[in-house]
């Protein structure tokens, strides 16, 4: 029983990082005052293309320099289309949401094509941290994991330091509530919203790539499974703030071990109920939550020095 | 401490798609003064100062400092030559401390990443506020604030990081008389201290007391310069116009007839929302023939006040009786059909359907009415009469009936709103602020057919928020103080100070013994 405990925490922790990771990417963006919702694509496309660079090399760090670096691409043309070319972020968003879920799909059948049995790559070794590891329980929970666990909860706590104790943050969300303010103070507002339109696909194209790297060891079109959109709900109801973030993430991979765990019983329910629980799990949260919704004062408006004011 | 600067702006041009907005305009700007830049609505004011913030580029011009070029291409560079622009709507975010509003972008560069020493902040703060002689609450959020104290935390940001020139774009528009007086004095002791401030207005008065020298734009250009003791207001005034306009502020108010029975009457009305109070147990009186004005800061329950006159929000509790007949639970059209014209606040937003023509704008509201409409169907002979009349008689500059309501100018689109509500002689007359952003001479053409509903025997309610535009046409004044009626005053009684203090939310006994 205990083991089964023990493993259950770990893989919450390993189901955790992607819904960290995106629901990050989304939150700095929007904090910039971009609306991102391009995630669940972003997340397929770079899952695909990191698989299948590891899958080729065999290097985890190439297989992960693609999916960021495709990430960080990707927010690119997002933060130029909407800021520069003023169009519709949600318009520009979902686009690219489609465009990259079809790239994503078309690159592995031109390279792997239809075969019966799908290459497999192992997945990422845990590091053990000596000593703090052999605790029982949460010792293979936080203390055995693969490095990029160890990166999300570092990043969730480097994010909150940022955002709310240095000038730099307080300058980063002055742009995302007032870009107005910002430049009149002298932030150069344009700079900012590249930087972190960037900065936020990119850490969607790590989420991506982590998914057949570090969890599932193969690629699947479904292998995102909708973790896109929930990390919207997740940074919507975690406030666009880093902690809240971390918790709200740790209940949806609390809910998918559930699913799996459920399903490891045999409970006489079909699987397609059970995957519907994550959703269920949102609509609940965001009815209960949606009142006290709080947004980037400015997300996803446009900023133009010169036009007149309201 | 502060540095001296002497700015020259020189032939400096700049167009918005076809219009031109400044044309070779050329100005001095010296530290340690006040220079008055007067104008009206659209004269190029608040462009001229935009682009010596860096906010605008220019088309053509330079800029010297101390005789030198000066490249300003950006907010940042102007703050960085000690030059600083408090805008007429305060760049501050409503939901951050005024501490953190004051420190947005201060430090900068790698130490930006270290974290904050709050406590250091406070003190760098708070011993700027000790010399300037005045108090802030920096752990108070910005939306909390009155707008009198919003001003002194912009100030603070223009000083924090060592001004020596403040813009201040139309900076009395939103403080009561009393907020007015404190700013004029502070403006003086910072001038001592060798600051100097442009200040952008359109209110002349203001100038002559304040300014040490004036210039003058029209449509823009320069019209003029002069030193405030070599000028008069009646020559500022025909410099800013173009023309000369006799008696601004006087009108012919009929004498009013016997007080018959009055045509709107508010009894107790309370408004409550999201349960806070908007409107507190409002009672008052307007009779045939009578403008009632209403004098207050904007956000006082004013627009409560009409909103509930029209119909649009429903009391609380309390009633309201127009022409002896109870029409608490009356709809907003029914209202229209008795005789209750509005003119809105908001033009764009509440007035017009910017997307519509003309034609179909200058009926909204009476459009399920004959003669406009007969039974389902609109009467486009009728409508079309009556737009043409509006657009001759209220002077709307347009090619056609039939252009785009949202393409007008502001100044065209209210003489529309106002013709609107003045086509049919209105029982009841509701106005708000309907001169905003007018130039002198509409302002006066509106407010003489304002006049003329009253002379006609209409009942009118006159909200406003120039003090010298309700003196001048009103019979009565009421002053609203957070949705309370503070005091009502006679024609006779009237005194700007004794309203400005009631603004402030003294009530009119208070402000009568003071």
Redesign the interface.
Known sequence: MASAIESLLFYLMVAFVPYALASYGIMISGRVGLFNVSGEGVMLLTASAAFLTTYKTSSYMLGFMVGVGLGALLGAIFTFVSDKLKINQFIVGLTLFIFATGLGGFLYKVIVGVVLVPPRVQVLSPIKIPVLSDIPIIGPMLFSQNILVYITIILGLLFH??LF????G??LR?VG??P?????????VGLMRYTFGIIGSALMGLAGAYLPLCFTGTFTETIVSGRGWIAIAITLFGRWNPVPIIFGSLVFSGVEVLVYWLQAQRVAVPYQFLLMLPFIVTLLILIYTSRRLEMP?SIGKHYD??AI?E | MVIFLRIELIDISKSFGDVKALDHVNLTINSGEILGLLGENGAGKSTLMNILFGLYRMDEGEIRIDGRPARISSPQDAISKGIFMVHQQFKLIPTYTVLDNLFINYVKGMDSLKPRRVKDEVRIVEELMKSLGFYLPLDEKIGNLPLGVQQRVEIIKAFLRGASIIILDEPTTNLTPLEVEELFKLMRDLKKKGIGFVFITHKLREVMEIADRVAVLRKGRLVGERRIHETNPEELVEMMVGQRIENLYQFELKPSEQRMEPVLELRDVVYAEKGILKLKNISIRVYPGEIYGIAGIAGNGQSELLNIITGYLKPSSGKIVFEGKDITNTPILKRIELGIRVIYEDRVRDGALPSLPIFDNSILGDHVFPPFAKGKILNRDEISARAERIVRIFKVATPSISKIAGRLSGGNLQKLMVGRALDKQPRLLVAYTPTRGLDVATTRFVLEKIVEVRNNGGAVIYIGEDLDELISISDRIGVMYKGELMGELQRKEFSKEVIGKMMAGYRLAEAMSK
């Open positions: 330091y940022i104790k240095t000038h730099f307080l300058k002055a509530d007032s107005r303010v910002a430049d009149v103070l002298g932030v150069n004062l020095r010169e004011e």
